[in-house]
T-cell receptor, first 116, second 110 residues
Framework: GAVVSQHPSWVICKSGTSVKIECRSL??????MFWYRQFPKQSLMLMAT?????????EQGVEKDKFLINHASLTLSTLTVTSAHPEDSSFYIC????????????FGQGTRLTVV | SQQGEEDPQALSIQEGENATMNCSYK?????LQWYRQNSGRGLVHLIL?????REKHSGRLRVTLDTSKKSSSLLITASRAADTASYFC??????????FGQGTRLTINP
């Protein structure tokens, strides 16, 4: 099956620093990737849609300058949490849509971000 | 925004019993999907049911969909300890912009 690799799986950073999370489709091309955020014991909330070669589309209430998304190739999207604060601590998960089609979303393993 | 609600929020049963989880949604859908999430991990796709289908099976999983009531159920038969996880329903158009339910935390007791 299609594999999406997300890195790092966990990260601890200091307040005010920036953290980059990578999402890679390993065996397929992903024109579109999605970034979700999940608080403990809660559901996933879509943050933004990452489009290869164009600007990301952010959901209402998500600060685009805070969460920078870059989708430079058909297999890689990155999410950078800038000037991180403790309230940014969360579980971030990406998913990818296979360019070749299909209805299944393939999810990365997630990244646990802790800001201290 | 969340599409809907799932109930129960938490379910604890004995190994071998069947587990039923329900999901409701608010808008018209093209399909509905169920995912499993082990603690602190990513999501694993379980099954997709299209809006013109009423029931679908996959191994020990049985999913029903009632578009008139905007609801779906996931039944796991003959539960195993390894089934312990959170289960989410999600609606959307294929892999696009999935909107997830609140999830059910399922615990299978040995």
């Amino acid at each position: 099956g299609a594999v999406v690799s997300q890195h790092p799986s966990w990260v601890i950073c200091k307040s005010g620093t920036s953290v980059k999370i990578e999402c890679r489709s390993l065996d397929f091309q992903a024109t579109t990737m999605f970034w979700y955020r999940q608080f403990p014991k809660q559901s996933l909330m879509l943050m933004a849609t990452s489009n290869e070669g164009s600007k990301a589309t952010y959901e209402q209430g998500v600060e685009k300058d805070k969460f920078l998304i870059n989708h430079a190739s058909l297999t890689l999207s990155t999410l950078t949490v800038t000037s991180a604060h403790p309230e940014d601590s969360s579980f971030y998960i990406c998913s990818a849509e296979n360019r070749a089609g299909g209805t299944e979303a393939f999810f990365g393993q997630g990244t646990r971000l802790t800001v201290v | 925004s969340q599409q809907g609600e799932e109930d129960p929020q938490a379910l604890s049963i004995q190994e071998g019993e069947n587990a039923t989880m329900n999901c409701s949604y608010k808008t018209s859908i093209n399909n509905l999907q169920w995912y499993r999430q082990n603690s602190g991990r990513g999501l694993v796709h379980l099954i997709l049911i299209r809006s013109n289908e009423r029931e679908k099976h996959s191994g020990r999983l049985r999913v029903t969909l009632d578009t008139s009531k905007k609801s779906s159920s996931l039944l796991i038969t003959a539960s195993r300890a390894a089934d312990t996880a959170s289960y989410f329903c999600a609606t959307g158009w294929g892999a696009q912009k999935l909107v997830f339910g609140q999830g059910t935390r399922l615990t299978i007791n040995p």
